[in-house]
């Protein structure tokens, strides 16, 4: 099970980090990724690393802000955000993947993964 927290309701400018644990896995063996689905819109990839943090990969809407980072001691991945702005409001979900060779564009672009967190609520609103 992944579990995702962090999430809340912030100002334009204002900064989160959000977590994303597992009970039943060991986070370092997959490929993690962030996504995003903004209301009406599909889920999109917003930020993804691969086993080993050999790769990682940001959307051009969230690239300079966001970063993605392992704490491999707490079985968590973040997603640090700062400088929001409204259109990052949405629902964001953490995935993993198995693919053994699958980059870290490649899972988010495919919105690839194997198990989903239930996603945690981000409104960014002045």
């Known amino acids: 099970q992944l579990v995702e927290s962090g999430g809340g309701l912030v100002q334009p400018g204002d900064s989160l980090r959000l977590s994303c644990t597992a009970s039943e896995f060991i986070l370092d063996d997959y490929g993690v990724g962030w996504f995003r689905q903004a209301p009406g819109k599909e889920r999109e990839g917003i930020s993804c690393?691969?086993?080993?943090?050999?790769?990682?990969f940001y959307a051009d809407s969230v690239k300079g802000r966001f970063t993605i980072s392992r704490d491999n001691s707490n079985n968590t991945v973040y997603l640090q955000m700062n400088n929001l702005k409204p259109d990052d409001t949405g629902v964001y979900y953490c995935a993993i993947d198995s693919h053994p060779l699958r980059g870290a564009q490649a899972m988010c672009i495919l919105t690839a993964g194997d198990y989903w967190g239930q996603g945690t609520q981000i409104t960014v609103s002045s």
């Open positions: 690393i691969t086993v080993g943090d050999t790769n990682t």
